[in-house]
């Protein structure tokens, strides 16, 4: 067991997919896998293990932002010994192609700092997403029709953003979508040569303001996790 992830390292699988929302990891085990079993609550931050086509599967909740999600992912690799880690999670539409409830594929993520910022000094580092992974997703969307974009995101330190000037630059250079964690996700898969990428799901729009109803969320956000799930074991 770890200080935030009480489950034994026996009751952690392989493959995790991480929802931000602890109860989306809970609707998705439930929705998704054979047999979940809850093997983690501490401070309500759920994560369920099951099975799905015979593949053993964790979703486990993360947390908001960055510094939230480097704990999950540290204490998964370092100490549950996960090989492949998919994000799945909402995000702003930051283009005026990208449409509401279409899904984005983050090859690579772009962010002001993240919690790993203090190892690389003055060197901006690139994460991206592992190619296999992203190669796979890409065709287990097309084959379902959901219309889907591959590119980078904008992690940002903030929800509550005060930068409109930032935000032009981001839309200026082609960035698909904003969201919280994956620029650090890409970083501690980098620095311990695991696999990972983020399958986001356009719940708003920074361009159009339009929003995703909460009642049709857990639809659209339906073919993300199949998606993330097709693609970890293609």
Known sequence: MTVHIGARPSEIADVVLLPGDPLRAKWAAETFLTD???????????GFTG???GHRVSIQG?????????????ELIRD????????????GGMQPHVGIRDVILAMTSTSVSTPSSTVFRELNFAPCADFGLLASAHKAALSRGV?????????????????????????????????????????????????????LTVSDHLITHEALPSGDRERSFGAMVEIALEAAFA
């Open 36 to 46: 979940p079993v809850c093997v983690t609550q501490v401070r309500g931050m759920l």
């Open 51 to 53: 099975m799905w086509r």
């Open 62 to 74: 993360s947390g908001m932002g960055m510094p939230s999600l480097s704990i999950y992912v540290n």
């Open 80 to 91: 549950y010994g996960a090989q492949t880690i998919i994000r799945i999670g909402s995000c």
């Open 147 to 199: 219309r889907t974009h591959v590119g980078g995101v904008y992690s940002s330190d903030t929800f509550y953003d005060e930068r409109p000037d930032l935000t032009e630059q981001m839309q200026r250079h082609g960035i698909l979508g904003v969201e919280m964690e994956t620029a650090e996700l890409y970083i501690l898969a980098a620095r311990h040569q695991r696999r990972a990428l983020a399958v």
